[in-house]
């Protein structure tokens, strides 16, 4: 792709070239912004390789990213990774002058050339783009745990179900198949030299017989949706196969077909026989799995085709997550009464005050009053979106629609109660306190406070759907680090958003903080808040853990036990 557009752009301007008076650009009306555009159009066909890029083991055998979830979500974090590429290319181009010292880090070699660059006061725009260009190709091109840029792909990979999906349907394959009745009956009859018998399937799961049935099923199922299934590119995909799944399949049956005949084999043989089947059904289970996220945009479609095939990925179990409610509200108590209390306190001793004054002359009162404001700003929308989400989630828990309306929705009604909250409150004890004729006015002024609450309640609800989703990946499959990291990342932004609004703040003429002081206290306090609650939201659900969702190993089933006879 990216050698087509750069051929395409070649031969358009290649006319220009030839006729150009005093040099190429002269002839190209608003040169720069021409050349920036080219560059993130390169820049986005390289982002997007890039999330395609790492094949993920899943059964042994290395999977590309796309058949590991839904092509309605992978195709919105690829979206959403390309535009956060292009965002990072733009502010590499506009603070190109740092970007040396990051390269040295990366790769020495490039320091010095790319240096020199810099070090000419007036580099030209197209040199500024090579430079950048070659740094956010280094970038795209090195796989590493500190690549900031790529950890954003895996960031994105987690959110989009990369490859919790696809592993969890592997495990349930593999570990709690129920072939349907009318499989059972069906498949003798539609496949008699496969010499299965309607009764296998019901024998001991360890049997040679009930081994035998089940892989004869899967192969028969995933090779029904090759024959009868809608046309596809899927089954022509190399990694998959599927020639030699079949291949395998027919030399298999070859030394099962004797056994069930009644040929008599040693303990040996029959050992290593299932030890085969096992992968074999391994390799199966890869193959369907890939196929069912693969061929099913749709969540409902998804589960209904699963519970064809006989295996549930439905709804788990789950605590209701308001019992949660007062882990929130003390965790939020707390961020605001440090919060205020330690920026108030930075901030007179940055103004000159001595340590033991600044600790002293702090009023109790102006945090007790942040507390209950925050409570209004953070609490009421986080307890009604909790209380909301448990209702919805037992009423139906199969979602007949894309997450990110689900996300949309709760995020209109989360800064609709953050700014009803916060302006009742103000009426109590903020500045606009006994204001109550005036009560749509206040509305409109604290509406501005509602976007960091309303982004913090998707966050909350994202990991809460981790919890009770069977189809998001578990929490604990994170790192600790990667938590943290992850609160802190999501913190940055939050801040991000809210510095546009601090110049609106002003103190009252009843306020003994001054507008400096205030905003300082907002920044700080807003930080202790968000990192606190996404924290919270990371480590208070902890799903329980069970046997088909912990254990999601890629070995064959089989391998290693004992063998029961038929």
């Not at 190209?28 to 982002?47: D, G, H, K, N, R």
């Not at 056994?259 to 074999?280: N, P, V």
């Not at 199969?398 to 009803?420: H, N």
């Not at 406070?449 to 990946?473: E, F, K, T, V």
Request: with cysteine.
């Amino acid at each position: 792709m990216t050698k087509i557009i750069g051929l395409s752009v070649l031969s358009f301007i290649s006319p220009i070239f030839a006729f150009a008076a005093v040099g190429p650009v002269d002839c190209i009306p608003y040169p720069e912004w021409i050349i920036f555009l080219l560059a993130m159009v390169f820049t986005a066909s390289l982002s997007a390789q890039a999330f395609d890029r790492p094949p993920v083991t899943i059964a042994d055998a290395p999977t590309y990213p796309k058949y590991m979830t839904r092509r309605s979500l992978y195709n919105f974090g690829k979206g959403l990774f390309v535009f956060i590429s292009l965002i990072i290319y733009a502010v590499m181009v506009r603070y190109h002058t740092d970007l040396p010292q990051i390269i040295r880090y990366i790769n020495a070699d490039w320091y010095e050339p790319l240096n020199k660059i810099i070090e000419n006061k007036e580099p030209s725009y197209l040199l500024v783009i090579f430079f950048v260009s070659a740094c956010f190709l280094l970038l795209i091109r090195t796989e590493g745990d500190w690549n900031f840029y790529l950890s954003f792909r895996d960031l994105i990979h987690s959110w989009v179900s990369i490859p919790c999906l696809t592993k969890t349907i592997v495990c349930q394959i593999n570990d709690a198949l129920h072939v349907p009745a009318a499989a059972q009956d069906n498949l003798p009859s539609s496949r008699p030299d496969w010499l299965v018998h309607s009764t296998d399937f019901l024998k001991n799961p360890e049997s040679m017989d009930r081994a035998w049935a089940e892989v004869a099923y899967l192969q028969s199922w995933i090779s029904a949706q090759h024959t009868n299934g809608p046309a596809t590119t899927f089954f022509s995909e190399k990694s998959f196969a599927w020639d030699e799944i079949n291949n395998q399949f027919a030399n298999l049956f070859a030394l099962v077909g004797p056994r069930k005949q009644g040929y008599l084999t040693t303990e040996a043989q029959s050992f290593q026989l299932m030890k085969d089947i096992a992968t074999h059904r391994n390799k199966l289970a890869r193959l369907i799995a890939c196929y069912i996220v693969f061929m099913n945009s749709s969540r409902a479609s998804l589960l209904a085709v699963s519970d064809n095939l006989g295996i549930a990925i439905g709804q788990e179990a789950s605590e209701n997550p308001l019992r949660y409610s007062a882990i929130y509200i003390v965790s939020l108590a707390m961020a605001v009464y440090c919060g205020v209390y330690v920026a108030a306190f930075t901030y007179d001793v940055i103004q000159g005050a001595p340590i033991g004054s600044a600790i002293m002359n702090q009023d109790p009162s102006i945090v007790w009053r942040w507390i209950f404001l925050s409570f209004g700003d953070y609490g009421i929308p986080v307890l009604a979106i909790l209380a909301l989400r448990n209702i919805l989630w037992n009423v139906n828990p199969v979602r007949k629609y894309p997450i990110m309306v689900a996300y949309a929705w709760i995020f209109l009604l989360a800064a609709l109660l953050s700014t009803v909250g916060l302006s009742v409150v103000s009426e109590f004890v903020g500045k606009y306190a006994g204001q109550w004729g005036q009560f749509l006015y206040v509305c409109q002024q604290e509406v501005r406070w509602s976007l960091g609450p309303a982004m913090i309640c998707i966050y909350i609800n994202h990991y809460l759907d981790r919890q009770i989703d069977p189809m998001q990946p578990n929490i604990e499959r994170l790192h600790i680090m990667s938590r943290v990291s992850h609160a802190l990342l999501f913190t940055l932004i939050i801040l991000v958003i809210t510095v546009p609004l601090l110049s609106s703040i002003q103190a009252s003429p009843q306020s003994p903080w001054e507008a400096s002081k205030l905003r300082f206290v907002v920044m700080v306090t807003i930080f202790f808040v968000t990192t606190t609650l996404t924290l919270v939201a990371q480590f208070a659900l902890i799903k329980p853990k069970t046997k088909s969702r912990d254990t999601l190993s890629d070995e064959p089933r089989a391998s290693g036990q004992q063998i029961a006879t038929a």
